[in-house]
């Protein structure tokens, strides 16, 4: 009698060192002499190996850049998304009028009555309401909603380019309100220290080699400073930037979700676990917004992004009122640039103010 074959044990599919890579570089690059060869060496590479997988994913356009990320707030200045409605017929041309602001880094067309949701950031110096204003004013806005940070729960922009993490996988956030030092005097060091991270660091075998002149610090001294800006909230760190769409995250969605005010910490909290959130935060409510806290997910898929949501839904908020918003179109995507001068010549030309 022959013995019934016995069914093989399902094989883990392999990470290769090259998704490892690709996934430790949106993490803390270290400001070291050679950073790569650092995280080469995490991932079983060669540092040499680990600058040409870099050089090619930069050159496919997957890899946008390599720079510092930095809290806004933190440094001193006032941000908030906007949400805004538009006449459908007038919504590309009041989406130019507000990419024109220098202070806008991000601007969506979304699937809601509020059809325009964009950031914005100024100086600690200007009034921020007066620039949303006068952007409903020349964009003609319908209405205009300010949707300011409440709390942060997280942010931090990680995706997974295995493609084999759970949808409802946990970590602890790398980066939340507690974090942050609003009081933090900007040094002079500091502002300089800005300038030269937030350009895009080149992949070679000493990356911070430019920064360092121009900074006079030798590279131990420029490590001493970043980990004071650390310590203080004004430096979350030097990461590796990602476009969606060329890596393969093709969707976005944004839950938002209407908790209860005497909920909203713990809910918060434990939403901001999900490894799949990349924003949580804690934002006002209006009249025709019941929504407080805001989470952002992306997918390779609408179905992907969708199902993230619902993994929160089932985990965290069961019977909780909630919409997803997603991006029907992209307007304008670019990292904030402190300390422009192109600012404050947008602030003279249509406030008559230096901010």
């Known amino acids: 009698m022959t013995a019934p074959a016995s069914t093989p044990a399902p094989v883990a599919p392999t990470v ?7 996934n430790r570089i949106q993490k803390d690059i270290p400001i070291v002499q050679r950073p790569y060869r650092v995280l080469a060496e995490e991932v079983g590479l060669t540092e040499q190996a680990a600058l040409d997988i ?5 050159a496919e356009g997957v890899l946008r850049q390599v720079s510092a990320i930095f809290d806004t707030r933190t440094l001193g200045y006032k941000s908030s998304l906007v949400a805004a409605e538009y006449a459908e017929d007038q919504l590309d041309a009041g989406a130019e009028v507000v990419n024109g602001h220098p202070g806008v880094s991000h601007n969506y067309k979304r699937n809601h009555a509020f059809n325009l949701w964009y950031t ?6 200007s009034d921020l309401e007066a620039h949303v204003q006068k952007l409903h004013e020349l964009s003609g806005a319908k209405v205009t909603r300010l949707m300011p940070t409440l709390h942060l729960f997280k942010i931090g922009v990680e995706f997974d380019m295995t493609g084999q993490e759970d949808w409802n996988a946990k970590a602890r956030p790398q980066y939340t309100a507690e974090q942050r030092n609003i009081g933090y005097e900007v040094s002079d060091l500091d502002r300089a220290f800005v300038l030269e991270f937030q350009k895009d660091l080149p992949i070679t075998e000493e990356p911070y080699a430019d920064a360092c002149a121009a900074l006079g610090l030798t590279i131990d001294e420029l490590a001493a400073h970043a980990q004071k800006m650390k310590d203080a ?8 930037v990602f476009r969606h769409q060329k890596a393969g995250f093709t969707f976005n969605a944004m839950g938002v979700w209407a908790v209860p005010q005497e909920q909203v910490a713990e809910v918060g909290r434990q939403m901001a676990e999900f490894k799949a959130v990349s924003h949580c935060y804690l934002r006002p409510t209006y009249p025709e917004w019941p929504y407080t806290i805001f989470t952002m997910v992306h997918g390779r898929s609408k179905e992907e992004a969708f199902g993230k949501i619902a993994a929160i839904e089932q985990e965290v908020a069961p019977g909780i009122d909630h919409a997803i918003l997603y ?3 992209e ?3 670019v990292r904030l640039e402190f300390y422009q001068p192109e600012f404050y010549e947008w602030a003279r030309e249509n406030l008559g103010t230096e901010a």
């Open 16 to 22: 290769t060192p090259r998704e490892q890579l690709l």
């Open 233 to 240: 909230g004004a430096l979350r760190r030097v990461s590796a």
């Open 54 to 58: 870099l050089r090619e994913v930069k």
């Open 327 to 329: 991006s029907t179109k």
């Open 120 to 125: 914005i950031a100024v100086p600690p110096e």
């Open 331 to 333: 307007y304008k995507k």
